[in-house]
């Protein structure tokens, strides 16, 4: 049997985010869409400080998508260099928080001042438990799916165990749990090619207000939203009358593959 959802894993609890909107929050006020991502790194740590208060044990956050390199030089360059001055300057914060900083997705496109900064960053925080914070640089889901089956297809009998570990390598980083709430900023309804397979059973959440606003208010609203949800897993409700199942009432326990 493959290895038991993240939430029924007492006490885990990944969240994950698509941080979408600095560019109009940024034109609505005038400004360049450089300061609407410069905003969005005070929502970004905001965010990491408050995680582990609500109970939230992996964060993971898209930061670029590989589909991002489609944007003018300009801005890809102000990204990732706000994503290397970030680490830089966040790394000693992020020790003493007890957060674990890994970065999911491909490196070899990176500029090596930015692979330098990440992997500095890994190890001065690789001992930290309190939370697991992974951040998605030029990370694309079907990437990482088919690299994931690529190496299946040399070894080993196809799982989902086993293809949730090749998918962590393909990252680039170890494995985490399934994704079990996914929350969009921006006012968009899409996935955006993110964590794809990890969030087959993940709570979407959707919210219009553009990622530089989110407060921590926001991200304790979608918790709360998380656990009023039901979750079945394709199964049936543990509490549904036993009139109801017809036949002779035998029910399996909703749980994930
Ligand atoms: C999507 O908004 C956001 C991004 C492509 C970049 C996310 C980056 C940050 C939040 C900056 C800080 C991050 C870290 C890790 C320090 P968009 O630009 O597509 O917005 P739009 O849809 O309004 O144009």
Known sequence: MGRPASAEIEGLFHVAIVMDGNGRWA?????????????????????????????????????????????????????????????????????????????????????????????????????????????AIDYSARGAILSAAESLATEGEPSVDSFRKRLGSACGTDTAPDVDLLIRTGGEYRLSDFLLWESAYAELYFMPRMWPDFEVSDLAAAVAEFHTRQRRFGALPADLPSRELGGSGDRKVPRRA
Not at 69 to 92: I, M, N
Not at 100 to 105: A, D, H, P, Y
Request: charged share 25%.
């Open 27 to 135: 034109t609505a006020r005038g400004m360049g869409r450089a300061e609407g991502h410069r905003h969005g790194a005070h929502a970004v740590r905001r965010t990491i400080r408050a995680a582990p208060s609500l109970g939230i044990t992996t964060l993971t956050l898209f930061a670029f998508s590989s589909d991002n390199w489609k944007r003018p030089q300009r801005e890809v360059g102000t990204l990732l260099h706000l994503f290397g001055d970030y680490l830089r300057s966040e790394q000693v914060e992020l020790r003493q928080n007890g957060v674990r900083l890994s970065v999911i997705g491909r490196r070899d496109r990176l500029p090596g001042n930015l692979v330098a900064a990440i992997e500095v960053c890994e190890a001065a925080t690789a001992r930290a438990s309190r939370l697991h914070l992974r951040l």
